[in-house]
């Protein structure tokens, strides 16, 4: 091990890993410090993303969407299937080798960069020094011409539901339940509640989710969060909004104690998982000499290009503001190295794409309609169900819909929202199109395959000028 780099990269996951590969292919001299460790002991790269975060979870997401299409659907197309039986071992091992392939490969892009992978914890010290710990042996100090700090985030923990990973739960724990539990509550229905109540609710559990907002996903259009609201809940999910949860006892069951409108109430549950959002990882990541300044909810304060305020240290992905998403974070961490390298490098922060994988998808980027009326921005909608479309009706999955927000007098998209089949790949296409500054009538004017589901944006885009073909405008 050397112990002078261009870069050190504290964090490999894919703020960090993208940032060390993208200042390897630049010709700088990398290592990325990373602590890692998987239920096995082994150490990974990936970080919450590849390992306990959105790859294991779109995993089990797709094991469970089988399973429900063959109890549920297939006999609709004429398919009769007898004997089906559940088996949730091999359902979470085959999410751990999709997790193991993944990570090997970030291990082989490692390899093939010449970037070093230093296992343990990473501290940064003043003048661009980084203290290493390996996981077995002593500190040791690295010099280095810049330094990435990409260290993610961890659950937020409450009070009220202490966790303990066996009946109470993190994410991290929640995608290695063993078997169905036949009562599942969730605190929190945000991003990772409904992913995960989505999974468990499939493969039989009586899923309650306790929400504290009066709003249902607040962040997400209202239109198109109160129509995923009615389809969530006609699947089964329990949706409870404005609650408080006051204490959790634990006994055979978990009994979970909260509060709502309607005063004070009571659930019991077998498993019960902590889904309340995520804070910055960045307990010992600097020394007490260090003047790193973070924000008031202990961010690592950054400006546009993600630069801190310690000249040479730049930080990157979920340890700063903005959107905890794996891709804003890579796009980040190859900002950074471009402009380590003396190139260009950007962010545009205001096409950054949601997704949440549930059934129908919510795909969102811009700005929403409340956003818009609170800015007092003029604007024009269009909307388009997929219920129209022949290619949803053939895939019978006639649900959701696609909505369009232009300037009222520019034309210029705004936003657009989708809640419906394929949301995750359909809100590329508004990405694309607001990324080059597009108006709602350069969408309505390119020719979208029939039957696709992206005719859905097609009609959308045209009914912003009420000029949809397959709908009354
Ligand atoms: P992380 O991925 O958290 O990686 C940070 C790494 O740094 C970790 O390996 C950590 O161990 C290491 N580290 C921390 N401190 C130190 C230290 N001092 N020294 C050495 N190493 C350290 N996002 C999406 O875009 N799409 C999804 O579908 C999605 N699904 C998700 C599902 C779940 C259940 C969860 C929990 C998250 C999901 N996310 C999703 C969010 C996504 O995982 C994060 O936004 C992303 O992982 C952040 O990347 P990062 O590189 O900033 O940090
Ligand atoms: P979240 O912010 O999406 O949802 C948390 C929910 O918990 C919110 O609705 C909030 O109002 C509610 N809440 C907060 N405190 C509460 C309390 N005490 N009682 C009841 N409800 C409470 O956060 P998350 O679901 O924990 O996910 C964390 C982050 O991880 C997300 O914000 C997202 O950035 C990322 N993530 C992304 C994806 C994806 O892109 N598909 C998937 C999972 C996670």
Known sequence: MANSYDVIVIGAGPAGYVAAIRCAQLGLNVACIDEFRRKDGEPALGGTCLNVGCIPSKALLDSSEQYHKVNEELAGHGINVKGVSLDVPQMISRKDKVVADLTGGIRQLFKANKIEWLQGHGKLLTE????FTPHKGKAQTLQAQNVILATGSKPIDIGAAPVDEER???????????????????????????????????????????????????????????????????????????????????????????????????????????????????????????ELLTDERGFVHVNDHCETNIPGVYAVGDVVRGPMLA?????????????????????NYET??????????????????????????????????????????????????????????????????????????????????????????????????????????????????????????
Not at 128 to 131: C, K, L, N, T
Not at 215 to 236: M, S, T, W
Request: charged fraction near 25%; aromatic fraction near 4%; glycine fraction near 10%.
């Open 128 to 131: 661009r020094r980084v203290e």
């Open 327 to 347: 891709h804003k974070g890579s796009e980040e961490g190859m900002m950074v190295a471009e402009l380590i390298a003396g190139q260009p490098g950007h962010v």
């Open 168 to 290: 109470i739960l993190t994410s991290d724990a929640a995608l290695e339940i063993s078997e169905v539990p036949k009562r599942l509550g969730v605190i929190g229905a945000g991003v990772i509640g409904l992913e995960m109540g989505s999974v468990w609710n499939r493969l039989g559990s009586k899923v309650v989710l306790l929400e504290a907002q009066d709003e249902f996903l607040a962040p997400v259009d209202q239109q198109v969060a109160r129509d995923a609201k009615r389809q969530f809940e006609k699947q089964g999910l329990d949706i409870r909004l404005g609650c408080r949860v006051t204490e959790t006892r634990k006994g055979k069951t978990v009994s979970v104690h909260y509060e709502d409108k309607d005063g004070k109430q009571n659930i019991q549950v077998d498993k019960l998982i902590v889904a309340v959002g995520r804070r910055p990882n960045t307990e010992g990541l600097s020394h007490d000499d260090v």
């Open 352 to 473: 950054i794409p949601w997704v949440i994988y549930t059934h129908p998808e919510i795909a969102w980027v811009g700005k929403t309609e409340a956003q818009l009326k609170k800015a007092g921005t003029p604007y024009k909608s269009g909307t388009f169900g997929f219920a129209a479309t022949g290619r949803a009706r053939a895939m019978d999955y006639p649900v959701g819909m696609v909505k369009i927000l232009a300037h009222a007098e520019t034309d210029r998209i705004l936003g657009v929202h989708i809640g419906g089949p394929q949301a995750s790949e359909l809100i590329t296409e508004a990405v694309v199109a607001m990324e080059f500054s597009a108006s709602s009538e350069d969408l309505a004017r390119t020719i979208h395959a029939h039957p696709t589901l992206s005719e859905a944006v097609h009609e959308a885009a045209l009914s912003v000028d009420k000029r949809a073909i397959h709908k009354a405008n």
